[in-house]
């Protein structure tokens, strides 16, 4: 399996623009997880899926962010508009819970700067 | 918000030498994982504990629990310069059946040769 998959690795945009960030999970897994990283805040879940459906959402900041996940094999993470403070990298993973394991697996992540 | 406090912050050993880390949280929990990532990369999972076992073993790492102290360690034995990057407790609480993870702050571990 290739993993999970995250696009684009690498964006740099100006503030006001609209930001999609994007996830390919790993083939059968049922939950998929987006997290934000920064040095001051660390690691921070901002939404979760569980069969496409999303089950918690308290982590994201704001209105101006929105997560869906239209299929089983695509998630989307939108920013609109960006602001200079949603720089951050952005990470994805994705779990087989009904496996009855816990551990997730991580994209490679997106890092995004706002200016 | 972060659950977990991690200590030290960073840690800096000879190869050949065991590098110890801690890691304290909150909540009662399901179980309590470690992750590692590399700078630039994603986070790459090394070990779970379930909330009823108190140490668990896998090829040179060791990670023990203490649910009444609510802390964890991570004992890399004889570490490698390849062993250089973060380490991340993550809990689930309880409370979650989802396996929502909540991280500590990490700590930063550099294994000079």
């Known amino acids: 399996d290739a993993g999970v998959i995250q696009s684009p690795r690498h964006e740099v945009t100006e503030m006001g623009q609209e930001v999609t960030l994007r996830c390919k999970p790993i083939?059968?897994?049922?939950?998929l997880f987006w997290y934000r990283q920064t040095m001051m805040r660390g690691l921070e879940l901002l939404i979760y899926?569980?069969?496409?459906?999303?089950?918690?959402d308290s982590g994201m900041p704001e209105d101006r962010f929105s997560a869906k996940m239209p299929n089983a094999s695509f998630s989307t993470l939108k920013i609109q508009p960006s602001e200079p403070r949603d720089s951050a990298v952005y990470f994805c993973?994705?779990?087989?819970?009904?496996?009855?394991?816990?551990?997730?697996?991580f994209g490679p992540g997106t890092r995004l700067t706002v200016t | 918000s972060q659950q977990g406090e991690e200590d030290p912050q960073a840690l800096s050993i000879q190869e050949g030498e065991n590098a110890t880390m801690n890691c304290s949280y909150k909540?009662?929990?399901?179980?309590l994982q470690w992750y590692r990532q590399n700078s630039g990369r994603g986070l790459v999972h090394l070990i779970l504990?379930?909330?009823?076992?108190r140490e668990k073993h896998s090829g040179r790492l060791r990670v023990t629990l203490d649910t009444s102290k609510k802390s964890s360690s991570l004992l890399i034995t004889a570490s490698r310069a390849a062993d250089t990057a973060s380490y991340f407790c993550?809990?689930?609480?309880?409370?979650?059946?989802?396996?929502?993870?909540?991280f500590g702050q990490g700590t930063e571990l550099s294994v000079k040769p």
């Open positions: 993973a994705s779990s087989l819970r009904t496996s009855g394991k816990y551990e997730q697996y």
């Open positions: 504990i379930r909330s009823n076992e």
């Open positions: 909540t009662s929990i399901n179980n």
């Open positions: 899926f569980n069969n496409n459906v999303p089950i918690d």
């Open positions: 993550a809990t689930v609480s309880i409370y979650n059946q989802g396996g929502k993870l909540i």
């Open positions: 083939s059968g897994h049922d939950y």
